[in-house]
T-cell receptor
Framework: GAVVSQHPSRVICKSGTSVKIECRSL??????MFWYRQFPKQSLMLMAT?????????EQGVEKDKFLINHASLTLSTLTVTSAHPEDSSFYIC????????????FGQGTRLTVV | AQSVSQHNHHVILSEAASLELGCNYS??????LFWYVQYPGQHLQLLLK??????LVKGIKGFEAEFIKSKFSFNLRKPSVQWSDTAEYFC???????????FGTGTRLLVSP
């Protein structure tokens, strides 16, 4: 299947700093990528849908100014957690679809963010 | 509200036991349905999917799922589990025509040898 690569896999940052997470589709072009957050022992919660060349669509309750999403090319989307706080510590996962609509989504390996 | 429900949060089985994990959704339109598995320390992998056609779909590693439209269900089954099936299983739904993929709460399966 298609490969989605996420970087870094783990990051520890100080409270108040910003962290950028990259999501790349390695062998296909993804006009749409998705960013999820997974709390321990819980399901994946969709944070936002990232659209190439346009603004991301955020889910209700997700602060767009805190979680900045940029999808500058067909193979790269970035999530920046700005002014991180300990409660932002979580597992962040991106995914991308091959093609449009209801085709299969492929997932990155996730990024474990720890804010100290 | 539209949602995806997995009623079993934790399941413990012995090897060779049969498995059935429930998944129900509340979306009214045409849907695509997925089961994903997350092995410890690994990323999500697709087990199987249903788009249309035969409601009984077969996936990898001996898993299958049946779409019952009247019950809004897409239960996952495996006749005989193995220790290596220990993982977390997620049901996911995509409404045709929309981009979002919504996940259920997940079921943590522990298979004892």
């Amino acid at each position: 299947g298609a490969v989605v690569s996420q970087h870094p896999s783990r990051v520890i940052c100080k409270s108040g700093t910003s962290v950028k997470i990259e999501c790349r589709s390695l062998d296909f072009q993804a006009t749409t990528m998705f960013w999820y957050r997974q709390f321990p022992k819980q399901s994946l919660m969709l944070m936002a849908t990232s659209n190439e060349g346009s603004k991301a669509t955020y889910e209700q309750g997700v602060e767009k100014d805190k979680f900045l999403i940029n999808h500058a090319s067909l193979t790269l989307s970035t999530l920046t957690v700005t002014s991180a706080h300990p409660e932002d510590s979580s597992f962040y996962i991106c995914s991308a679809r091959v093609g449009q609509g209801g085709t299969e989504a492929f997932f990155g390996q996730g990024t474990r963010l720890t804010v100290v | 509200a539209q949602s995806v429900s997995q009623h079993n949060h934790h399941v413990i089985l012995s090897e060779a036991a049969s498995l059935e994990l429930g998944c129900n959704y509340s979306y009214g339109g045409t849907v695509n349905l997925f089961w994903y598995v997350q092995y410890p320390g690994q990323h999500l992998q697709l087990l199987l999917k249903y788009f249309s056609g035969d409601p009984l779909v077969k996936g990898i590693k001996g898993f299958e799922a049946e779409f019952i439209k009247s019950k809004f269900s897409f239960n996952l089954r495996k006749p005989s589990v193995q220790w290596s099936d220990t993982a977390e299983y997620f049901c996911a739904v995509n409404v045709v025509g929309f981009q979002k993929l919504v996940f259920g709460t997940g079921t943590r399966l522990l298979v004892s040898p």
